[in-house]
C-alpha cells in the first residue's frame, strides 16, 4: 500500500484517489451483479437475510484495524441495502419516537437509503402494515419501559409468526439496542447473538445469563446469552409456553 507521506503533489494524490474510487466502482459493481445472482438463487425465499448481514459486517469489521467499525457498518449497509433493493421489493417500516430525527437516522446507518422506507406513529400501527407486506420489516423502539408492543409476537398473540431479528444501533457498546428489527422471517444464528424468551416465570434463578429486558403484565421478556434454536427444557418446566421470540446479534464493539 502507498502511504500518504509518498505524494508531495496534490495532483499527484488525487490522481491516486481517483485510481482508488475507479477501482472500487467497479468493485461495487461486481458486488451489484453478485447479488442478482444471490436473488435468483434464493428463489422463494425471504431476500432479507440480517443473520447473514450482521456476521458477514461482524467478520469485516474484525478483518481490519484501520477502517472504524461504525463505517464499515455504515458502508455494508448502503451496499446491502442497494443488493436489497435490487432483489425485490423490500419495506422497511418505521414507528417513530418522539426524536424522529434521530430514529430515521438510525435507521439510515443500519439499512442504508435504497430501500423505500415509510414512517408510523405507533409500534402498532407499523407492526400491522408489516404485516400486510411479504417483504416487510418493522422498526420499533426497544421492548421495555411502555413499549409492549412485544406481547403480539408471544404464543398465542396476534402476529405469533413474527420474530425479533435485529437490534440497532449495529456497532458501539450498547446492552440492549435503541430500536429493533422485526419481521416474519425466521431467527437464524449470526454467529454472536443472544436469544429472546418471553414467558410467565423469573428465569434468573435458573440462567445466570438471563436479563430481564421488559414485562407486560403477566409476561416477561429475557435475554439468555447465546444462540438457542428451542427453549431449554429447565425454562419449560418453569412454563410450559415459554417461547423464543428472536434473536439479537450481538453489537459490533
Ligand atoms: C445477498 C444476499 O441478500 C441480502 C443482501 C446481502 C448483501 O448484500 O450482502 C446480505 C444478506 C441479505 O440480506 C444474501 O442473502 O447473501
Known sequence: MTSMSDFTDINQVRAEIDRVDKALLSLIAERLELSKAVRRAKSGV?????????????????????????????????????????????????ALENDSMASLALVRDRFGASIPTYTYPTASSAMAATYADPEGVAILPS????????????????????????????????????????????????????????????????NASAELRAEAGEFFLYSLTGYLDSVPRDVLRLDPSAKIIGALPRPIG
Open 46 to 94: 425471504r431476500v432479507w437475510r440480517p443473520s447473514r448481514e450482521d456476521s458477514h459486517v461482524r467478520a469485516l469489521a474484525a478483518a481490519t484495524s484501520d477502517t472504524p467499525r461504525p463505517l464499515v457498518s455504515r458502508i455494508w449497509a448502503e451496499l446491502m441495502s442497494a443488493s436489497l433493493a435490487m432483489q425485490g421489493p423490500m419495506g422497511l417500516h418505521v
Open 143 to 206: 421492548p421495555g419501559g411502555m413499549h409492549s408492543w412485544w406481547t403480539a409476537l408471544g404464543p398465542g398473540g396476534a402476529m405469533a409468526d413474527m420474530h425479533i431479528l435485529a437490534g440497532l444501533p449495529r456497532t458501539g457498546e450498547l446492552e440492549w439496542p435503541v430500536a429493533v428489527a422485526v419481521a416474519t422471517a425466521d431467527i437464524q444464528p449470526s454467529g454472536n447473538d443472544d436469544t429472546l424468551i418471553m414467558c410467565r416465570a423469573d428465569l434468573r434463578a435458573i
